[in-house]
């Protein structure tokens, strides 16, 4: 049995991710209480219930500071059961959330008592950093819309699936501030910036105009071999804990043509070395 354990400060997504996996076939129930997780994966793992081989639950601050201090216990425990168990955490930025919530006019769940929505926010963040910390996934979701969520979600569990590694290639602009959900961040503003040349500036490094300004450079190479061959090492070690996820990241000035040059290039060479679980994002694109 595959479980997925969805959480994440409320206003991130963790609605948006539950559809996601609901519509790719998984058994979803939101909202669980921590402490009924066992009972609940037991009871689907009995022979009156043999339909449900994969399953995803929301779980959220509401069940308290006592049953999430508890919370490495009880994951434990399930995956004693033999149980595939996975935690995807979203976040985002505090400015986005509030946004969110008052655009929305929601009630955080931990104001409904009178506390201002600032500090539920960040009763909320301290409670959850228990699941935080044992994420597999954590997905920040401060520029990222209901569609591009929904489809990453999907794409990147079912890369993983039982098989192993799934793997994100990212692209983003470090003017817009570098992603806090990367397991690599790598710095490619040394290279020449395509930018710079007026019959390029409006176009992407995935446009071939600006392929072939970048490959003509050796040292663009030079980056691209030692980003390929650093990877090529240490991706198998992240493979032997067990890790389902890793993301990493490729940054430039603007996000526009050299970070997704790279970032292009670098996942078309894993894709044919290692088959389909390498994806693609470029962050500033979407």
């Known amino acids: 049995?595959?479980?997925?354990?969805?959480?994440?400060?409320?206003?991130?997504?963790?609605?948006?991710?539950?559809?996601?996996?609901?519509?790719?076939?998984?058994?979803?129930?939101?909202?669980?209480?921590?402490?009924?997780?066992?009972?609940?994966?037991?009871?689907?793992?009995?022979?009156?219930?043999?339909?449900?081989?994969t399953a995803a639950v929301g779980i959220d601050a509401r069940s308290g500071i006592e049953e999430l201090d508890h919370f490495g216990e009880i994951i434990e425990e399930i995956r004693g059961l033999?149980?595939?168990?996975?935690?995807?955490?979203?976040?985002?930025?505090?400015?986005?959330?509030?946004?969110?919530?008052?655009?929305?006019?929601?009630?955080h769940p931990l104001a409904r008592r009178g506390v201002p929505l600032m500090e539920a926010i960040s009763l909320e963040r301290s409670l959850l950093s228990r699941i935080a910390v044992r994420a597999d996934l954590t997905v920040d979701t401060t520029r990222t819309n209901?569609?591009?969520?929904?489809?990453?979600?999907?794409?990147?569990?079912?890369?993983?699936?039982?098989?192993?590694?799934?793997?994100?290639?990212?692209s983003f602009g470090f003017k817009h501030g570098a992603p806090v959900d990367s397991d690599f961040v790598f710095d490619v503003r040394c290279l020449p910036n395509p930018y710079w040349e007026p019959m390029l500036r409006?176009?992407?490094?995935?446009?071939?105009?600006?392929?072939?300004?970048?490959?003509?450079?050796?040292?663009?190479?030079?980056?691209?071999?030692?980003?390929?061959?650093?990877?090529a090492h240490w991706i198998p070690w992240f493979e032997r804990e067990h890790r389902s996820y890793l993301t990493v990241s490729l940054g430039c000035t603007g996000g526009q043509h050299r970070s997704v040059y790279?970032?292009?290039?670098?996942?078309?060479?894993?894709?044919e070395s290692r088959g389909t679980d390498v994806s693609t994002r470029h962050r500033e694109l979407s």
């Open 1 to 53: 049995m595959r479980l997925i354990i969805v959480s994440g400060l409320s206003g991130s997504g963790k609605t948006v991710a539950l559809h996601a996996l609901e519509d790719a076939g998984y058994y979803c129930v939101d909202n669980l209480h921590l402490g009924l997780l066992t009972a609940f994966v037991r009871q689907l793992m009995t022979p009156k219930m043999p339909l449900y081989e």
């Open 82 to 107: 033999g149980v595939n168990l996975q935690i995807i955490f979203l976040r985002a930025d505090e400015e986005v959330l509030l946004r969110r919530f008052s655009e929305t006019r929601r009630k």
């Open 146 to 170: 209901v569609h591009q969520l929904t489809h990453l979600i999907r794409d990147r569990v079912e890369q993983a699936g039982d098989q192993g590694l799934s793997l994100l290639f990212q």
């Open 202 to 231: 409006n176009l992407t490094g995935q446009d071939e105009a600006v392929v072939s300004f970048l490959a003509q450079y050796e040292v663009v190479d030079r980056m691209f071999e030692s980003l390929r061959d650093f990877l």
């Open 262 to 271: 790279l970032t292009e290039r670098l996942a078309r060479h894993f894709r």
